[in-house]
């Protein structure tokens, strides 16, 4: 899997966007781009995936850019309760029977401020 | 649908003891994958396994080991504990080859906090 960077930490004030960047500039053709989340003292929860175009859904956007060498996640009105470490990770799209192995960086640790 | 679920919670052992965690997958899911979780650090891939077979394993030593039911539920275990397996065990479910469109998701688990005395 592709190695990611990702700041160690931030701020957002709640309410404001908050726009998480992560490098992968090894990124394969085949890899797709996953972000995760893990509240304190929780397991990992899914965000949102994409490969090569811009993706939204109810959680959060993934922004991807055209060479696919970074990306940035938007979570467009933080609260409080998305104060959680987010996890930016690459990888093949799992196949049937395939191998579902995710590599886990540090992440980046986001506060949300009141 | 029902989440997953890990038991138990917490657990202490000693060194050199041995340890069983037990996941049970998220309803419709065929695969499983267990994940290390060091204070600080981001979760480490163990292994994997779908339709009862391993098929996938990190740069875990052979004391750990697993076993998937045919119900898919799975167990994890580890021998001879060391003092550095203290860690957050992490059982996540998917459901590759399945029916559904939301084959690229990993659920995870609430984890098994294991600490080794």
């Known amino acids: 899997d592709a190695k990611t960077t990702q700041p160690t930490s931030m701020d957002c004030a709640e309410g404001r966007a908050a726009n998480l960047p992560c490098n992968h500039s090894t990124i394969s053709g085949n890899e797709y781009v996953y972000w995760y989340r893990q509240i304190h003292s929780q397991g990992p929860q899914y965000i949102i995936h994409g490969l090569k175009n811009n993706e939204t859904n109810e959680m959060a956007s993934l922004i991807i850019t055209e060479d696919r060498k970074s990306s940035t996640l938007i979570l467009p009105h933080a609260t409080l309760r998305d104060t959680a470490v987010y996890y930016c990770?690459?990888?093949?799209?799992?196949?049937?029977?395939?191998?579902?192995?995710?590599?886990f960086g540090t992440g980046t640790k986001l506060q949300v401020i009141p | 649908e029902t989440g997953v679920t890990q038991s138990p919670t917490h657990l202490i052992k000693t060194r050199g003891q041995q340890v069983t965690l037990r996941c049970s997958s998220q309803s419709g899911h065929n695969t499983v994958s267990w994940y290390q979780q060091a204070l600080g650090q981001g979760p480490q891939f163990i292994f994997q396994y779908y339709r009862e077979e391993e098929n996938g394993r990190g740069n875990f030593p052979p004391r750990f080991s697993g076993l998937q039911f045919p119900n898919y539920s799975s167990e994890l275990n580890v021998n001879a504990l060391e003092l550095d397996d203290s860690a957050l065990y992490l059982c996540a479910s998917s459901s590759l080859g399945g029916t559904s469109g939301r084959r690229d998701e990993q659920f995870f688990g609430p984890g098994t906090r294991l600490t080794v005395l």
């Open positions: 990770i690459v990888r093949p799209y799992p196949i049937s029977g395939g191998y579902q192995k995710v590599t």
